[in-house]
């Protein structure tokens, strides 16, 4: 294309393991939705899953283009499947922020081959113009601190089985991007680290569980971005393992709160409790996930997440590593106790409901048995890794550490429970930077707007008053009556040329 | 000669084909035939 070659397939280390785990998300997520025979999510589900298995292996930036807005134009019809017009909304939302990133990754993509003469997408930095543009770009799609709103606004709101798709791809996609253009970017480390801070407050807060869990998926590519940042063998390893088991542990945690959902007709912790009594699997499943997100050894979170905080502290980063900590010992908070307690546990709400389908059951069963098996034979992911591994996850220091961080964590739960200072779980709107978007940028726009009209209304006041006084001046002097409209005498005409001349001679002989 | 396409196409391809296949099928299909067919091209 214009002289460039472009590379559909470029399969390496790298993008192998994303591809590996975009498979096993999307055939998970598919047995999930076996139950559903609505073309528009078959066909949306699977050609998303495509598109961003298409953007993982592309080797130049234009194909990673087309895939990436592929992503956008599949997904979106995962939330509008709802078919509510509360979707349909919040579907465009989503919409015109995927494919504003989308232009982005276009307009610097084509700075960057102005600017260097290739198209290859590999490493990019943030030396050049064409550089800073496509990290915005990717940082779109990432949930940056202020770019995350679309994540935590759209994902909630699709269907049961949607949101398992989408909790998979797409940020995923742009940690894979990140890992490819930017790893060692120093400030992809205090952007991570922000990543993994903020969510945290507003999980606690949030009363919609998948709400929860969207503001958990922002913390975990805090992580990554994280590894990214500090750019390592290690850490780009840490946030490869990282992402990989966070595909399917998050899935697995969409897939009990999608269950309930089905279930019930709600995730708002509210008006859950007690479901453990009619759905004990989905239960069982819930807790593996939130263990293994949490952390706890033998799961998949420990081997995964260690390896970044390994990479954090060999690498001196001891503020990162503290904020990680904190974010670790948040995550136990909201997605580790919160979920199952408030869905499963907490007060009975008296729902007298069946278990999931048996297709959603087996889908969770893989998932937690992957959790499982990657925690206790972590050897055959590390194999998969972009550097060879010398990581060793099973240490006394590290299994020490993360069980008092999760054993601290548990009792301030418990103590804040007990003492009534845990944040009531009542339905309530969270503000969240989006406020500024969605509600103070249109005010501020309605409101110049009336400044304007009645600018413009003044103006044409003025305009009318001065173009009124003209026209009386002119009726004045030139009416038909007026002192310009007398018939002057000859003589009279004849002085007044004679003054006019004489005045020309003066002005001339000066 | 399908081993060609990367698998992304394979897989958005098999989303619209599947459209073709009846509808209580269709999760099957497309549970098994882009999957392998995907797997098979890496």
Redesign the interface.
């Given at each position: 294309m214009f002289g460039h070659t472009l590379t559909?397939?470029r399969?390496d280390k790298l993008s192998?393991i994303f591809?590996?785990v975009f498979?096993i998300a999307?055939?998970l997520a598919?047995?999930y939705?076996?139950h559903?025979?609505d073309?528009v999510q078959?066909?949306?589900?699977?050609?998303y899953?495509?598109?961003?298995?298409?953007?993982?292996?592309a080797g130049d930036l234009i194909s990673l283009f087309v895939?990436w807005e592929?992503t956008a134009i599949t997904s979106v019809f995962l939330i509008w499947a709802v078919r509510t017009d509360r979707a349909m909304t919040i579907g465009i939302r989503y919409l015109l922020i995927q494919v504003g990133s989308g232009v982005l990754l276009l307009t610097g993509a084509l700075v960057l081959i102005h600017e260097t003469g290739s198209v290859t997408f590999g490493h990019i930095g943030i030396e050049s113009l064409g550089g800073q543009l496509i990290l915005v770009a990717f940082g779109i799609k990432a949930a940056f601190p202020f770019l995350h709103n679309w994540l935590q606004d759209s994902y909630p709101e699709a269907t049961e089985t949607g949101t398992v798709f989408l909790s998979a791809f797409t940020t995923k996609l742009a940690i894979y991007a990140l890992a490819r253009g930017y790893a060692g970017t120093e400030m992809l480390i205090w952007i991570g680290a922000t990543m993994t801070a903020f969510p945290v407050f507003f999980a606690v807060i949030e009363n919609n569980l998948r709400r929860v869990l969207a503001y958990s998926l922002n913390n975990q590519l805090g992580f990554m971005v994280v590894g990214i940042g500090i750019g390592t063998e290690l850490s780009i390893n840490g946030a490869a393992a990282h992402a990989f088991a966070h595909i399917i542990y998050k899935s697995l945690l969409f897939m009990s709160m999608g269950a309930v959902l089905y279930r019930v007709g709600t995730v708002k912790a509210s008006e859950l409790g007690g479901l453990y009594k009619s759905m004990p699997w989905t239960t069982v499943f819930c807790i593996i996930g939130a263990a293994s997100i949490s952390g706890f050894p033998l799961l998949s979170g420990f081997v995964t997440k260690s390896m970044i905080l390994t990479a954090a502290s060999d690498g001196g980063h001891w503020i990162t590593w503290t904020v990680l900590l904190f974010a670790s010992a948040g995550v136990m908070e909201h997605s580790g106790i919160k979920i199952p307690f408030f869905a499963f546990f907490g007060h009975d709400q008296g729902h007298k409901v069946r278990e999931a389908p048996v297709n959603m059951l087996i889908a969770m069963g893989l998932a937690s048995s992957l959790c499982i098996f990657i925690g206790v034979f972590p050897a055959p992911l590390y194999a998969l890794l972009p550097y060879s591994v010398d990581y060793t996850p099973y240490t006394t220091a590290h299994v020490i550490t993360m069980l008092q961080l999760l054993a601290f964590a548990a009792l301030a739960f418990a103590v804040l429970m007990r003492t009534g200072l845990y944040p009531d779980e009542t339905p309530s709107t969270n503000l969240d930077t989006d406020w500024i978007y969605r509600r103070l940028a249109p005010r501020l726009v309605a409101s110049f707007g009336k400044s304007l009209a009645e600018f413009q209304d003044e103006l044409a006041r003025w305009g009318q008053m001065g173009v009124g006084f003209i026209l009386d001046r002119a009726f004045q002097y030139h009416g038909p009556n007026s002192w310009l409209a007398r018939t002057w005498p000859i003589g009279g005409s004849a002085l007044c040329v004679l003054i006019l001349l004489g005045g020309y001679l003066i002005v001339y002989f000066i | 000669m399908i081993e060609a396409f990367p698998p992304g196409f394979i897989l958005i391809a098999g989303a619209f084909v599947s459209l073709a296949i009846p509808a209580r099928l269709r999760g099957a299909f497309m549970l098994i035939l882009p999957m392998w067919r995907c797997l098979a091209t890496l």
């Open positions: 559909l397939l399969v192998l591809g590996y498979f999307a055939e598919i047995i939705a076996l559903v025979k073309p078959q066909v949306a589900g699977l050609a899953a495509g598109a961003a298995v298409g953007a993982v292996f895939f592929l | -």
